[in-house]
């Protein structure tokens, strides 16, 4: 088979992407893998076309769509790119007659592109959605359905159901998600619509379930006996980072947990006054740090945390699950009541979980993992990702469409 996919970022030659993973699979199995991303304004990278590791990449000069930019500039670019893509694609990949066509959202605006693709090869198409978009900017305020605001939303959701009606396929991140998907869309047929995570490639080695941190502890002057509770990634608005600190400081007294943010964002400020403010002696704010460094800390923490904002009405299922999978640690979830991550680690034995509005739950759920048997929760939470989030088991989920 020959694949095409489609996406805003891709691997450098420094940096691999989480999708190289996935893709290699293709590859291993004998199909041709063919790229097609943006080369933002602001990116060093070299446009036009590379291969990294096996596959082609071709890389699209557009405007700058991601980091932090004026809401102008990235309405501007993001309006382009579809054409820019849709070009590109045409001149650099036109003679060749793809089979299948893979994108993740975001974003939702390569509609265009994708349908002309598959007009002129007749490929098959297979949508892996991980966020709900205009939906979950409406969630956290950032758009309105109605008024002028809602010119917007009603733009984005018109190519949102688009997207749907030309992918013959939708791979969500959570049965939760693919019920959300099918009941907002009634256009959409089940059939279709399916579980389809985020995956990685298996470590190469099995995780240490009975935590040895001493080197971690002595670096950060974590206390002998102290459960270590780590959050890793960003720190925004989706997150709610606002809970975070209250939560944080609800269990400010409680000498057997201690707590390790590690992160960057726009809401990183408000962990960054309670930490000067209250100067709490059971929790620690770290900057963001490379890949390898984080998984070390990773490995040697007791407890995995996710946090989400209370005011989702969409289910989402944060990437970051699979670090704490690897690392064979239990998770605590305190996330909107829509989505299903944390009922999911609860019912299969490798996590609590709790609302994200209600700070005594939180504090009642720490206590909780304290006492619980963290090393057969994290050998739950191993297994599971073995079952589940493989790069080997997202492969056979998009080709078992392909094997009929």
Request: aromatic share 12%; proline share 4%.
């Amino acid at each position: 088979m020959r694949v095409l996919f489609l996406s805003l970022t891709y691997s450098t030659v420094e940096h691999k992407s989480f999708y190289e993973t996935l893709l290699q699979q293709f590859v291993s199995h004998g199909h041709e893998v063919y790229v097609a991303c943006a080369k933002e304004k602001r990116d060093e990278e070299v446009e036009g076309l590379e291969v990294i590791n096996g596959i082609q990449v071709l890389r699209i000069g557009t405007g700058n769509i991601t980091g932090n930019i004026s809401p102008i500039e990235k309405g501007i670019s993001t309006l382009r790119i579809d054409g820019q893509f849709q070009r590109a694609v045409k001149k650099y990949y036109g003679h060749i007659n793809f089979d299948l066509i893979l994108y993740p959202t975001p974003p939702i605006t390569l509609v265009n592109t994708i349908t002309s693709v598959k007009r002129a090869t007749g490929a098959k198409t297979y949508l892996l959605l991980k966020d709900i978009f205009p939906q979950n900017a409406v969630d956290l305020g950032m758009m309105k359905k109605t008024g002028l605001k809602g010119v917007l939303y009603k733009s984005f959701r018109r190519k949102e159901k688009k997207l749907y009606q030309v992918s013959d396929y939708i791979g969500c991140m959570s049965p939760a998600n693919v019920e959300y998907v099918i009941r907002h869309n009634e256009f959409v047929n089940r059939k279709k619509v399916e579980v389809c995570p985020n995956s990685i490639d298996i470590p190469y080695k099995v995780p240490a379930f009975r935590k040895i941190s001493k080197g971690i502890r002595k670096k950060y002057n974590v206390p002998d006996g102290a459960v270590i509770f780590l959050y890793g990634g960003n720190l925004g608005k989706p997150q709610g980072i606002d809970f975070l600190v209250k939560a944080l400081y609800e269990v400010r007294n409680n000498p057997k947990a201690f707590f390790m943010i590690v992160g960057a964002g726009a809401q990183k400020y408000l962990l960054e006054e309670y930490i000067r403010d209250k100067k709490p002696k059971n929790a620690i704010l770290l900057d963001y740090m490379p890949k390898d460094e984080y998984q070390q800390i990773a490995e040697a923490c007791d407890v995995g945390l996710i946090f989400l904002d209370h005011r989702f009405q969409i289910p989402n299922y944060p990437s970051r699950l699979l670090a704490y999978l690897t690392a064979g640690v239990p998770v605590l979830c305190a996330t909107d009541p829509n989505t299903d991550i944390g009922t999911i680690a609860r019912d299969n034995g490798y996590g609590f979980c709790c609302e994200s509005n209600d700070v005594k739950a939180f504090a009642k759920a720490v206590d909780s993992m304290i006492l619980a048997d963290r090393e057969q929760m994290g050998k739950n939470a191993w297994e599971f990702f073995l079952k589940n989030y493989t790069t080997e088991i997202g492969y056979n989920i998009i080709m078992k469409h392909f094997e009929q």
